[in-house]
């Protein structure tokens, strides 16, 4: 069981916009730690896609946004592509946990 | 071009150890604080360790604590994974990552591709 709970899959058809949800608690989100998020394809590194709740790393397309309210945050992605099919995970810091470093349990985003 | 390759993983008997390294170009590997983060066959990304930029500040997560020892070398360029008394939950790919700061939490910039650990009897 994940620290910071996601929704195990979510979809679109190309053009739309899905967004991603990260549920954590007081002791981590609510706490005032930022949100990261990043992207997993099949058989290639993970890839940085948002840092600190809303910033985007040079070359990452402006479709992508986060957002972050309380103890949840999100991910949009507006326009849906083919090559947006991939796994997504949000990553944030905990009070209650060793080195503090926790992860989502992943979402999978199919692309109808 | 940030770099990271990692190696050294294989096969092993539950009990039994590895060393994995991770050799980095592209950047100031000496001014970066690393992570070693790994994702078991069909699971989540878990973080499992980190190392300050000067060897100090060495952090685990519960379930390697005692049993894993991270450490680096920045003349080398390398950062190492000693894993003594591997459990079959051990099982995973394991990537190195390079770790920034943003505010209050800090956040992965560049992975490797990963090396797979695989342990069974």
Redesign the interface.
């Known amino acids: 069981q ?1 620290v910071l709970t996601q929704p195990p899959s979510v979809s679109g058809a190309p053009g739309q916009r899905v967004s991603i949800s990260c549920t954590g608690s007081s002791s981590n989100i609510g706490a ?5 998020w ?1 992207q ?1 394809l099949p058989g ?5 896609l948002i ?3 809303y ?1 985007r ?1 040079s070359g990452v397309p402006d479709r992508f946004s986060g957002s972050k309210s309380g103890t949840s945050a999100s991910l949009a992605i507006t326009g849906l592509q083919a090559e947006d099919e991939a796994d997504y ?1 949000c ?3 905990d009070i209650s ?10 979402t999978r985003l199919t692309v109808l | 071009e940030v770099r ?1 390759v990692e190696s050294g993983g294989g096969l092993v008997k539950p009990g039994g150890s590895l060393r994995l390294s991770c050799a980095a170009s592209g950047f100031p590997f000496n001014r970066y604080s690393m ?1 070693w ?1 790994r ?1 078991a066959p069909g699971k ?4 499992v ?2 190392i300050g930029t000067d060897r100090s500040n060495m ?4 379930s390697v ?1 005692g049993r894993f020892t991270i450490s680096r070398d920045n003349a080398k360029k390398s950062l190492y994974l000693q894993m003594n008394n591997l459990r079959v939950e051990d099982t995973a790919v394991y ?1 190195c ?1 390079t770790e ?1 700061v ?13 090396t797979l650990v695989a342990v069974s009897s």
């Open positions: 994940s005032g730690y930022d949100v990261h990043y997993l290639t590194a993970p890839k940085l840092y600190g709740n910033n790393p995970y990553q944030s810091s946990l060793s080195g503090s470093v926790v992860f989502g349990g992943g | 990271l992570n983060v994702q989540g990304l878990e973080w360790s980190s952090f685990y997560a519960d604590k990537y990552a920034s943003w505010g209050s939490s800090p956040h992965f910039d560049s992975w490797g591709q990963g």
